[in-house]
Nanobody, 116 residues
Framework: QVQMVESGGGLVQAGGSLRLSCAASGRTFSTMGWFRQAPDKDREFVAS????????YYGDSVKGRFTISRDNAKTTAYLLMNNLKPEDKALYYC???????????WGQGTQVTVSS
């Protein structure tokens, strides 16, 4: 059974940093990633990482500030968020692809709040 659990969210001042973690169980994944959703806004792609970690992608709004990484077992993904801004406030979801390379597995989410 696949289970993905996010952790590491919290309250941080603008300009500060947080590191989110996603622990997956049940299987390994070729690609894992992070999405976020704020109230009254659409779900937004944040970052993804494939294979051993050589291929990473970032949404334009976080490029240069966030860094995604994963462990060697490919069961844990991390998101280091630097220089956080109030607009980064959202519920952050960990996700993984199915065998057809579609985002199909999702965690419950962890809340990130940035104060100004």
């Amino acid at each position: 059974q696949v289970q993905m659990v996010e952790s590491g969210g919290g309250l941080v001042q603008a300009g500060g940093s947080l590191r989110l973690s996603c622990a997956a169980s049940g299987r390994t994944f070729s690609t894992m990633g992070w999405f976020r959703q704020a109230p009254d806004k659409d779900r937004e792609f944040v970052a993804s990482i494939a294979g051993s970690g050589g291929s990473t992608y970032y949404g334009d709004s976080v490029k240069g500030r966030f860094t995604i990484s994963r462990d060697n077992a490919k069961t844990t993904a991390y998101l280091l968020m630097n220089n956080l801004k109030p607009e980064d406030k959202a519920l952050y979801y960990c996700a993984a692809v199915n065998p057809r390379a579609q985002w199909d597995y999702w965690g419950q989410g962890t809340q990130v709040t940035v104060s100004s």
